[in-house]
């Protein structure tokens, strides 16, 4: 008999590191355990778009055009080539942007494209409102699940009734390896299963840390 598998549906948008760092546990997970996930795309300008005067001027300047670059060439190229090359580009501009320090630049987002195997055409919908309805839906889906006081990521894992809970995070660094990748998906797949669950949080005291990706 083949083992049942776990559908967890992972929300993220490519300028955040956290994010990033949770996305590789995740394909870690997938190794572990019999795990898929599935990626969509939120977006960080989209949930602070109506309190960008309340942000640090350099937080502000990061969701504007270059904060929608990432996510608009994401969806153009999922709504041109299909989901599967979701989770594919993602790798490709999180490598690039963050284990590799080159930041959200149209040129990091351009030679992304090449590393996925992707038109390097799709580059255009950087600065082109034309699947921003989609990428709004994305973005909505995974907010609608968790709530609107969260970031990126965010992760929809199966309940104890088999309905899908959703959570911000998990926040962690560096990105877990292996059995402690295994334990730390247990353990969400846990709390997940207590209906009344909401949230475990610390202070974090350490920056991303992308040495083992």
């Not at 190229?77 to 979701?86: I, K, N, R, S, Y």
């Not at 942007?97 to 987002?109: D, M, V």
């Not at 995070?169 to 247990?186: N, Q, S």
């Not at 969400?188 to 207590?194: D, E, G, N, P």
Request: glycine content about 8%.
């Amino acid at each position: 008999m083949s083992e049942s598998r776990t559908t967890a549906d992972f929300w993220f948008d490519p300028l955040c590191p956290w994010a990033w760092m949770t996305s590789r546990w995740m394909l870690e997970v997938e190794k572990v355990r019999p795990v898929d996930v599935r990626w969509h795309v939120m977006s960080l300008a989209v949930l602070n778009e109506n309190k960008l005067d309340e942000l640090p001027e350099r937080y502000r300047e990061l969701l504007g055009p270059k904060g929608w670059a990432p996510v608009r060439v994401v969806t153009a190229a999922q709504q041109l080539h299909g989901d599967e090359v979701v989770g594919r580009l993602y790798t490709a501009m999180g490598t690039r942007f963050h284990n590799k320090g080159e930041g959200p630049t149209r040129t990091a987002i351009a030679e992304a494209l090449e590393d996925a195997g992707l038109p390097a055409s799709l580059i255009e919908y950087a600065d082109k409102d034309t699947y921003d309805a989609q990428l709004r839906a994305s973005h909505n889906e995974g907010i609608e699940k968790v709530g609107q006081e969260v970031g990126t990521p965010v992760i929809a894992v199966p309940g104890a009734d088999g309905e899908q809970i959703a959570f911000f995070g998990p926040v962690v660094t560096p990105a877990p390896k292996g059995e402690e990748a295994a334990r730390l998906w247990d353990g969400t797949l846990m709390v997940a299963s207590i209906p009344g669950f909401y949230e475990i949080k610390r202070t974090r005291t350490q920056s991303p840390d992308f040495s083992n990706l």
